[in-house]
């Protein structure tokens, strides 16, 4: 489902990252602001280890507002007072593997200098699935209470945890001035689930009060018991807190006057002599394969642990270690969370849907009799594609085992039901929206519909393509109006877009329009009258043909009716027109077979040709000014580190440079990367512009931004 960074072009990794900005900070929000996911902790892990990828490969590219920067959840809305941190709380960086952990017990050592026989010890514990807080203690009497916010500002939950008999309101003397414990606040499984029941019984009963219909749906359920006791804690009215049974637990500290030890152990030790709960399974060992050993034990027990666990965590035991190593982004160097595996369940896969694609391709979403996996209710997965049924041997009614991991739609792992003699799901070899012949190409897993544009379902996401950003980039038509246009029968085809003019008052009749906001739709659409041919051609949506193809395409032919014909040759037998086009770098015979299907259908000639009865395309030519290397001569050289020199030289052919080997008084740019030697020198000695590796990022972003294509 997802692309190896490797892949992927600066552009759709800076849109990737926008789009990953964006949809973590919802669930950001949604999980520590209103205590109510939508997504599984799992989904939302795979959306942020994704954008650390990103990040990764992409160092120029991380954004202002990047999640990997970012603790929690900013409380400006929440309607508790708001709690400065004296020493920040932050979150945890995780591992889901045991390679993960050797390598960051690795770093730890590398970082400290620290020689493979001198001994290093850790802590580990189980990781609960509370929220953390801070309770700061003066002269032994508790005088705060907060939570963790965004890192920095937290809540005052104060009078809140006067109503948890695990935090104690005064510590026993000869404590240190100035003490903040940090914990978690939590709730136990069966406290959780007769929350949830009393829930639903208040709600049956205030409707019948009211002599009003009851609709369990309508029942506002914690999702799970991190978020009830989020959500219990949390409350503006501390007598609702009350009556919620919350827990407490002890694992670190903040802000403090005195230190109580030289390790963590010394301090967790501390606490319990004070009075706090610590985890009944903290312990220290001396090597990471004692923290291993400790994770399998802790992943043993957790089934039958009264509250949920998510991981365990592992903690530098040496509290001088933990000052040098100090801090990363919003984590500490000195610390890892374990995590366990996604979690599993069974359900009844009720029935195989078969949806269809913009590229007609069939996929089969399986829906399932709701089962909660995890925290989270799911209702749907993916079953891939045909051979993936076979090899499930899935059939509705069948019992399965699911699994949300790291893909963001969960899986079925298991077939319960398997048996060898039934008939197996007949897989369709029609188009369940248009009935065309569906079939899969040679060496193809995936089934496809031959309808083309006269299916429905590739029609209307085809349009959804047409006036995407990386297409024409038609401001205005969302998935929702476009179906909307569609159904009304206003948008048979793409060329219908440029003929909306005529339906001005039509539009203005729908819910929802004014004057301002169809002109504004109506102005986007005659804006692209003259569209650039290649953005026009990937608009298309043909098989193989994406941006960078379209426009390799178009910088050889630089007319869509000459890459139309030659096309059609091919698709006719003529080698010569095939050889054409496969003499471009890049294009290869599977675009050629794409090209050549797509304009033998009849009706997709059509269609074609309606758009080109609304539309003019100029003639293309490579866009000078925009690319500000366009024309110019550069050289590699050094060792590159996001890129090989092959993708480097590619993007400089792309913007219209030309890669050289060797630095000579033609050469305009060297980009150089460490270990640059005799090009470097001589570059500068003829005082020819250098840059490195970021620098040359930077100019092929921004190319790529303002060249129009
Ligand atoms: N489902 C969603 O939509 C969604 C959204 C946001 C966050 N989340 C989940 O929240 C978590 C991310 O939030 P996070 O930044 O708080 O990271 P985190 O919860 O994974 O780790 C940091 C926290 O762990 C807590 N913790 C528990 N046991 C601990 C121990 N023994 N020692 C030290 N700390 C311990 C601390 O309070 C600390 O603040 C992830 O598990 C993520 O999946 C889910
Ligand atoms: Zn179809």
């Given at each position: ?12 990794a800076?849109n ?26 799992a ?8 954008n ?26 929440s ?6 941190h004296?020493?920040r ?38 990781k ?40 104690p ?12 414990v ?10 959780f689930?007769?929350?949830n029941?009393r ?13 009003e219909?009851?609709d369990?749906?309508k ?5 799970n018991?991190r ?5 219990s ?13 919350l ?19 010394d ?9 706090f ?18 994770y ?7 089934p039958d ?10 903690k ?25 595996p996604?979690?599993?369940?069974e ?11 913009r ?26 594609n ?17 699994q ?15 048996e ?8 369709p ?13 040679e ?35 969302g ?6 246009f ?7 085809s ?11 008052s ?8 004014q ?15 003259e ?9 298309l ?5 994406g941006?960078?193809?379209a ?11 000459v ?44 269609v ?15 866009e ?8 110019k ?11 090989s ?5 590619a ?22 990367g ?6 470097l ?29």
């Amino acid at each position: 489902m997802m692309t190896d960074t490797a892949n992927l072009t600066e552009a759709e990794a800076a849109n990737e990252l926008m789009r990953l900005a964006k949809a973590i900070a919802k669930h950001d929000r949604l999980y520590h602001a209103e205590d109510s996911p939508e997504i599984s902790d799992a989904e939302y892990d795979a959306l942020v280890r994704r954008n650390a990828e990103l990040e990764e490969a992409f160092p120029h590219l991380v954004r202002e507002d990047s999640p990997s920067k970012k603790v929690g959840h900013a409380v400006a809305a929440s309607p508790l007072s708001k709690v400065t941190h004296e020493v920040r709380m932050m979150s945890l960086d995780n591992a889901f593997s045991a390679e993960e952990v050797e390598e960051w017990a690795a770093r730890v050592r590398r970082y400290l200098a620290l020689p493979e026989d001198d001994p290093l010890a850790f802590t580990a514990e189980d990781k609960i699935d509370g929220l953390s807080c801070s309770l700061r203690y003066e002269d032994g009497v508790l005088v705060r209470a907060a939570t963790r916010g965004d890192g920095q500002v937290g809540e005052d939950v104060t009078p809140n945890v006067g109503h948890i008999a695990d935090i104690p309101q005064q510590l026993p003397k000869g404590v240190p001035a100035v003490f903040e414990v940090r914990g978690e606040v939590y709730m136990e499984r069966a406290a959780f689930a007769d929350l949830n029941a009393r829930l639903m019984e208040d709600a049956r009963a205030a409707a019948e009060d009211k002599g009003e219909d009851f609709d369990p749906a309508k029942v506002r359920q914690f999702a799970n018991p991190r978020n009830a006791a989020a959500g219990s804690l949390r409350q503006k009215d501390a007598s609702v807190t009350a009556k919620r049974p919350l827990r407490f637990w002890a694992h670190g500290w903040g802000a403090v006057s005195d230190v109580p030890g030289e390790t963590q152990e010394d301090v967790v030790e501390a606490l319990r002599r004070w009075g706090f709960p610590i985890s009944p399974l903290f312990t220290r060992v001396e090597s990471v394969e004692g923290l291993l050993a400790q994770y399998d034990r802790i992943g043993k027990a957790r089934p039958d642990l009264p509250y949920e666990i998510d991981g365990v965590v592992y903690k530098v035991d040496r509290l001088d270690y933990q000052q040098r190593l100090g801090f990363v982004a919003k984590a500490p160097r000195w610390a890892l969370a374990h995590k366990f595996p996604a979690e599993r369940a069974e359900t009844v896969l009720e029935a195989i849907d078969i949806q269809v694609g913009r590229t007609g391709k069939l996929t089969p979403v399986g829906r399932l009799a709701p089962v909660l996996v995890g925290g989270v209710t799911v209702t749907n997965v993916t079953l891939h594609n045909r051979d993936e049924i076979a090899r499930l041997g899935v059939r509705p009614g069948d019992r399965v085992v699911i699994q949300r991991a790291g893909d963001v739609i969960p899986q079925v792992v298991e077939n319960l039901t398997r048996e060898e003699t039934r008939e197996p799901f007949h897989f369709p070899d029609h188009c369940p929206r248009c009935g065309s012949e569906a079939v899969a190409e040679e060496g193809e897993v995936d089934v496809r519909c031959t309808g083309g544009l006269i299916c429905p379902a590739q029609r209307t996401q085809r349009l959804e393509h047409f006036v995407s950003r990386k297409a024409l980039d038609i401001d205005g038509f969302g998935t929702k109006t476009i179906a909307q246009f569609f159904e009304l029968g206003w948008l048979e085809s793409p060329a219908d877009i440029f003929r909306l003019k005529q339906r001005r008052s039509d539009i203005l009749a729908l819910e929802g329009w004014q004057d301002k906001s169809v002109d504004n739709l109506l102005a986007a659409v005659e804006n692209r009258r003259e569209p650039d041919a290649a953005r026009l051609l990937f608009g298309l949506g043909i098989r193989h043909v994406g941006e960078v193809t379209a426009r390799d395409l178009l910088k050889n032919f630089h007319e869509l009716r000459v890459i139309r014909d030659l096309a059609q040759r091919a698709r006719a037998g003529d080698e010569e027109a095939a050889g054409e086009l496969t003499a471009i770098d890049g294009i290869g015979p599977s675009v050629v077979e794409a090209l050549g299907d797509f304009f033998h259908e009849p009706h997709n000639v059509a269609v074609w040709e309606d758009i080109l009865s609304q539309v003019s395309p100029p003639r293309y030519e490579v866009e000078t000014l925009d690319s500000p290397v366009a024309g110019k001569t550069v050289v590699f050289t050094g060792k590159l580190e996001t890129m090989s020199r092959d993708e480097a030289k590619a993007q400089a052919e792309r913007l219209g440079a030309k890669a050289a080997g060797s630095v000579s008084a033609k050469t305009d740019l060297l980009v150089a990367g460490p270990g640059a030697g005799s090009k470097l020198k001589k570059a500068e000695e003829l005082g020819i512009e250098v840059v490195d590796e970021a620098g040359w990022a930077v100019i092929v972003a921004r190319a790529d931004a303002g060249a129009g294509v």
